[in-house]
């Protein structure tokens, strides 16, 4: 019988990675190709959507011009495809993403129902650059004994 494949998510709105779970009692393991990193944010010009304020002195801008913002937007949607990818692959059997908050927001907002359909739990926790061997106090709970 094939073991249950876990994957957790751990994410920021800059970089991102895979550790990977075959079965209960097993260690988790990186998975050292499925690591992301964003693009970085372009500078802000008035070809942006940058306007004059009708309000007085200052500058005006519309929502969504912000290119931090655009730029964790399309992250998000990239990892978003990327896992509905790998999930059409089987590559996993059940998913947890531990990600920043914010960003967390922004991820939902591109997952699928083939990839809800398999999301264990959510932390809205910044755990990428924490070291493997402390990602099971995060998880107490998560995984049945």
Do not use: C
């Amino acid at each position: 019988m094939k073991p249950v494949v876990d994957w957790i998510l751990l994410a920021n709105s800059s970089k991102a990675r895979i550790i990977e779970r075959r079965g209960p009692n097993r260690s988790l393991v990186p998975l050292e190709d499925l690591v992301w990193t964003a693009e970085p944010p372009s500078a802000p010009s008035d070809r942006s959507g940058t306007k004059h304020s009708i309000a007085g002195h200052g500058k005006d801008s519309p929502q969504g011009a912000d290119p931090a913002r655009v730029a964790e937007s399309r992250f998000a949607e990239h990892l978003a495809k990327e896992l509905a990818k790998h999930r059409a692959q089987s590559d996993y059997d059940r998913l947890v993403i531990a990600a920043a908050p914010h960003f967390l927001g922004a991820l939902r907002k591109h997952l699928g129902a083939p990839v809800y359909a398999v999301l264990l739990a959510e932390l809205d926790k910044n755990l990428v650059d924490t070291p493997v061997a402390d990602i099971p106090a995060h998880l107490v709970g998560i995984f049945a004994p």
